[in-house]
């Protein structure tokens, strides 16, 4: 049975560029969370779908938006990149029934 | 609002001595608890959770802790650290449910001298 999973593991972009990670959920979890961790912090939540739609969201600017397609998995979008914006991303999923388990995190650096 | 403060950064400890990590938290009502460690260039692995009941829970990797309201904290223990015990320890709280959105403290960083 495959955990949460994120793909990919490691990505370089330039300031202004736009980046699309990816998660796909917990085999049984419906709902993902996506974190943001800046280098010696705790995460912090960006934002949480369920059934598609957003259901929750963090104190992130606009420029971060996601997806939550049918088979659950899930897309976090970022546009404009800041070089502020560098941290590791942190893909959660869950269900009713279940906590939250976490993915291997996609490592985004921005130049 | 919903916070978690973790005092300790950085502690060392001896192979096979004691461990206990601190953690409070700020939550009007009964809050749901988590530990979480996270190994460099990792994600996060659930140690254990506190939703109700008894106030002492049993986790992985022989780790356990302690719910006290009254003093708003859940302390992490292990009665003798291995090695492979270092990384970094992040408390969390939700409200309302397992599925609701973390707040994390900003960790403690565990090393572990043979």
């Known amino acids: 049975d495959a955990g949460v999973t994120q793909s990919p593991t490691h990505l370089i972009k330039t300031r202004g560029q736009q980046v699309t990670l990816r998660c796909s959920p917990k085999?049984?979890?419906?709902?993902v969370s996506w974190y943001q961790q800046a280098l010696g912090q705790g995460p912090q939540f960006i934002f949480q779908?369920?059934?598609?739609?957003?259901?929750q969201r963090g104190n992130f600017p606009d420029r971060f938006s996601g997806h939550q397609f049918p088979n659950y998995s899930s897309e976090l979008n970022v546009n404009a990149l800041l070089l502020g914006d560098s941290a590791l991303y942190l893909c959660?999923?869950?269900?009713?029934?279940?906590?939250?388990?976490f993915g291997p995190g996609t490592r985004l650096t921005v130049l | 609002a919903q916070s978690v403060t973790q005092p300790d950064i950085h502690i060392t400890v001896s192979e096979g001595a004691s461990l206990e990590l601190r953690c409070n938290y700020s939550?009007?009502?009964?809050?749901?608890l988590f530990w979480y460690v996270q190994s460099p260039g990792q994600g996060l692995q659930l140690l254990l959770k506190?939703?109700?009941?008894?106030?002492l829970v049993q986790g992985i990797k022989g780790f356990e802790a302690e719910f006290k309201r009254s003093q708003s904290s859940f302390n992490l223990r292990k009665p003798s650290v291995h090695w492979s015990d270092a990384a970094e320890y992040f408390c969390?709280?939700?409200?309302?449910?397992?599925?609701?959105?973390?707040?994390f403290g900003t960790g403690t960083l565990l090393a572990v001298q043979p």
């Open positions: 959660a999923s869950s269900s009713v029934v279940d906590t939250q388990y």
């Open positions: 969390a709280v939700t409200n309302g449910g397992a599925t609701n959105k973390l707040i």
């Open positions: 779908y369920y059934e598609e739609e957003e259901r």
């Open positions: 939550y009007g009502a009964t809050p749901y």
């Open positions: 506190y939703f109700s009941g008894d106030t």
């Open positions: 085999s049984g979890h419906d709902t």
